[in-house]
């Protein structure tokens, strides 16, 4: 299972950035998949979002209404749409599934500024 995170980069604080995770080597399709942060300075990683197979989501409490997740089954890919950032947003963003073992992306990196 390969999964390739895309879309990070640097923002202003609200703006917006569309992060992407294309992933090959399972059954997508049959898979939940997860958004996860970790921040700098040694903080744990945080789940930041999930999406089943049958597209019911959930967010962590500091990003509900701010980020969105979605998935695209026809292209192997999972969203996380992300608007009104914050400073305390600035992480490297992972992709993450489980198929007997959990799988990570290599990690993109969101910087927002104040």
């Known amino acids: 299972v390969q999964l390739v995170e895309s879309g990070g980069g640097l923002v202003q604080a609200g703006g917006s950035l569309r992060l992407s995770c294309a992933a090959s080597?399972?059954?997508?399709?049959?898979?939940?998949m997860r958004w996860y942060r970790q921040a700098p300075a040694g903080k744990q990683r945080e789940l930041v979002a999930?999406?089943?197979?049958?597209?019911?989501?959930g967010y962590a409490d500091s990003v509900k209404g701010r980020f969105t997740i979605s998935r695209d089954n026809a292209k192997n890919t999972v969203y996380l749409q992300m608007n009104s950032l914050k400073p305390e947003d600035t992480a490297t963003y992972y992709c993450?599934?489980?198929?007997?073992?959990?799988?990570w992306g290599q990690g993109t990196q969101v910087t927002v500024s104040s």
């Open positions: 993450n599934t489980w198929s007997g073992i959990h799988y």
């Open positions: 080597g399972t059954d997508f399709s049959g898979n939940l």
């Open positions: 999930s999406i089943s197979t049958s597209n019911n989501t």
